[in-house]
């Protein structure tokens, strides 16, 4: 294939995986059935999968800046590659605040649908991923060494 068709292809990929994210997480949060409290034990690790999500996603937004967010995998213009706050540790931490949170809403519901969702919402984010990495290492030279010290959506607990 050629470079042009390349991108093509890559960008089509990119606008359906952004798309099945949306619907996804969608799915997740607008069928939590919010009135009703879970059990104790559950009730809690749901919400503190929701805060812990909401926190992570937001230092993620925070650090970055919300004049270089973008919901394409293509990096901004302007992009630097960023190495504090939690991308310090997680390549990914709005995503990874996104799997967090959602799973919480899948804990609060119990539905076994819900956890469908979200397996294939994982799916979607690495596949997602992948395409972004290609093009952060087209962009800075030193993209790989951060790829090695950073996990892409928790932190490294081994350095192998």
């Known amino acids: 294939m050629t470079g042009d068709h390349v991108d093509l292809h890559r960008d089509w990929l990119?606008?359906?995986l952004v798309l099945a994210q949306f619907v996804l997480a969608g799915a997740?949060?607008?069928s939590t059935?919010?009135?009703?409290w879970p059990p104790p034990p559950i009730g809690f690790l749901a919400?503190?999968?929701?805060?812990?999500?909401s926190g992570v996603a937001m230092w993620a937004w925070f650090t970055m800046g919300s004049q270089h967010l973008r919901i394409m995998p293509h990096p901004h213009q302007e992009a630097k590659l960023l190495r504090h706050?939690?991308?310090r540790w997680i390549r990914h931490p709005m995503y990874a605040g996104l799997l967090l949170a959602t799973l919480g809403c899948c804990l609060w519901s119990g539905s076994l649908t819900q956890v469908a969702f979200w397996l294939g919402l994982v799916v979607v984010l690495f596949?997602?991923?992948r395409i972004e990495e290609d093009l952060l290492?087209?962009?800075?030279?030193?993209?790989?060494?951060y790829r090695q010290s950073a996990g892409r959506f928790s932190p490294k607990i081994w350095r192998g």
Request: aromatic fraction near 12%; charged fraction near 20%.
């Open 85 to 87: 706050g939690p991308y």
């Open 33 to 36: 059935p919010w009135r009703a």
């Open 137 to 145: 290492s087209e962009k800075f030279a030193d993209y790989e060494q």
């Open 14 to 16: 990119a606008r359906g």
């Open 28 to 30: 997740i949060v607008l």
């Open 127 to 129: 596949c997602k991923t």
């Open 47 to 53: 919400v503190l999968l929701l805060l812990v999500g």
